[in-house]
């Protein structure tokens, strides 16, 4: 009878696998419960339209699509909040808004973010909060956009010409403000021992207080590579020779050109890019400098082999 016992007990025991997965429900719930009150931030992103625009002013870098928007919510908040997604448009209306100047800003009080979302949060951030206008009624131009930098590679790199964006801008003001501005600058950009590429966003500088920009700022892309010494043989062609010369023979009639190029910027198509040649006007004790009176744009020259080379002129 007592072996009896013994075994039944056996049997009501769970064995050392069936433990183990319990003990993982368990830990597994106990995560859930916690990450589910825990408070976490995250950024939302909210499709938006306008109403009631001010007719007298205008945009100066357009309207907003959309609203990036960080929100402070519970774990459990989060996780309903973005089974709404895609989120409803929102509607947010000028007159709602709060002026300064001829900006108007963008905080929670001002927008129906529960209209989107279903829940109330704790907004943390707005992105734009502000959205800047000017009269319109003015002079208007494009004008181009001009980095300001120094920039400095390292040791056997190379960058390629900076791509700015936008390259042009809108300015807006009285005509005797804008009429004289050509170019808007960007602030200083100072890059040494460049070794790879950089995308930046760059402030604009404002040319006067009575001139308006459409932006405030520009992205700037700067593509840097290794760089790659080359070497080519030339041809010495003849520029200026003597009205009277019936030939004119240079020694040598080749010369080596060294040069450096971006690793992925240059092709052997180019070297057609390439001439050397001489000036016979130049000539001193039959003997003159050789020149690269063309050549590609995207190389940087070492060295010409001989610097000099010696004509024969043959008259007629």
Same mark, same amino acid.
């Given at each position: 009878?007592?072996?009896?016992?013994?075994?039944?007990?056996?049997?009501?025991?769970?064995?050392?696998?069936?433990?183990?997965?319990?003990?993982?429900?368990?830990?597994?719930?106990?995560?859930?419960?916690?990450?589910?009150?825990?408070?976490?931030?995250?950024?939302?992103?909210?499709?938006?339209?306008?109403?009631?625009?001010?007719?007298?002013?205008?945009?100066?870098?357009?309207?907003?699509?959309?609203?990036?928007?960080?929100?402070?919510?519970?774990?459990?908040?989060?996780?309903?909040?973005?089974?709404?997604?895609?989120?409803?448009?929102?509607?947010?209306?000028?007159?709602?808004?709060?002026?300064?100047?001829?900006?108007?800003?963008?905080?929670?009080?001002?927008?129906?973010?529960?209209?989107?979302?279903?829940?109330?949060?704790?907004?943390?951030?707005?992105?734009?909060?502000?959205?800047?206008?000017?009269?319109?009624?003015?002079?208007?131009?494009?004008?181009?956009?001009?980095?300001?930098?120094?920039?400095?590679?390292?040791?056997?790199?190379?960058?390629?010409?900076?791509?700015?964006?936008?390259?042009?801008?809108?300015?807006?003001?009285?005509?005797?403000?804008?009429?004289?501005?050509? @170019?808007?600058?960007?602030? &200083?950009?100072?890059? *040494?021992?460049?070794?790879? =590429? !950089? %995308?930046?966003?760059?402030?604009? /500088?404002?040319?006067?207080?009575?001139?308006?920009?459409?932006?405030?700022?520009?992205?700037?892309?700067?593509?840097?590579?290794?760089?790659?010494?080359?070497?080519?043989?030339?041809?010495?062609?003849?520029?200026?020779?003597?009205?009277?010369?019936?030939?004119?023979?240079?020694?040598?009639?080749?010369?080596?050109?060294?040069?450096?190029?971006?690793?992925?910027?240059?092709?052997?198509?180019?070297?057609?890019?390439?001439?050397?040649?001489?000036?016979?006007?130049?000539?001193?004790?039959?003997?003159? @400098?050789?020149?690269?009176? &063309?050549?590609?744009? *995207?190389?940087?020259?070492? =060295? !010409? %082999?001989?610097?000099?080379?010696? /004509?024969?002129?043959?008259?007629?």
């Amino acid at each position: 009878m007592v072996t009896s016992n013994n075994t039944s007990k056996n049997k009501l025991k769970p064995g050392k696998t069936t433990a183990f997965f319990i003990c993982v429900l368990i830990a597994a719930f106990l995560w859930l419960v916690k990450s589910l009150n825990t408070t976490y931030t995250h950024g939302v992103k909210i499709p938006v339209e306008f109403k009631n625009i001010p007719q007298n002013k205008k945009p100066i870098s357009g309207m907003p699509e959309f609203l990036n928007v960080d929100i402070k919510v519970s774990g459990l908040k989060l996780f309903f909040i973005l089974l709404n997604q895609p989120f409803k448009k929102m509607t947010v209306d000028f007159n709602n808004l709060k002026t300064v100047n001829r900006n108007y800003i963008l905080t929670p009080l001002t927008l129906d973010l529960k209209s989107s979302l279903k829940f109330e949060t704790n907004v943390k951030q707005i992105s734009p909060d502000t959205l800047y206008f000017i009269e319109n009624s003015g002079y208007q131009k494009n004008v181009p956009v001009k980095m300001v930098s120094s920039i400095k590679c390292a040791k056997g790199y190379g960058y390629k010409t900076p791509v700015i964006h936008p390259d042009f801008l809108t300015i807006v003001g009285d005509s005797g403000s804008v009429k004289h501005i050509d @170019t808007i600058y960007t602030q &200083t950009f100072i890059l *040494n021992n460049l070794n790879s =590429s !950089v %995308e930046k966003n760059l402030s604009v /500088l404002k040319p006067n207080d009575n001139v308006y920009l459409s932006v405030n700022t520009v992205s700037v892309s700067i593509k840097v590579e290794k760089l790659i010494e080359q070497t080519l043989f030339l041809p010495v062609s003849v520029l200026n020779s003597p009205l009277n010369a019936k030939s004119v023979n240079i020694f040598p009639a080749r010369v080596k050109i060294k040069f450096t190029s971006l690793q992925n910027d240059f092709n052997s198509s180019d070297t057609v890019n390439f001439k050397a040649s001489v000036n016979c006007s130049n000539m001193n004790a039959g003997k003159t @400098t050789v020149f690269l009176s &063309t050549q590609p744009g *995207n190389v940087n020259v070492l =060295s !010409v %082999e001989p610097k000099e080379v010696e /004509l024969l002129i043959i008259k007629k």
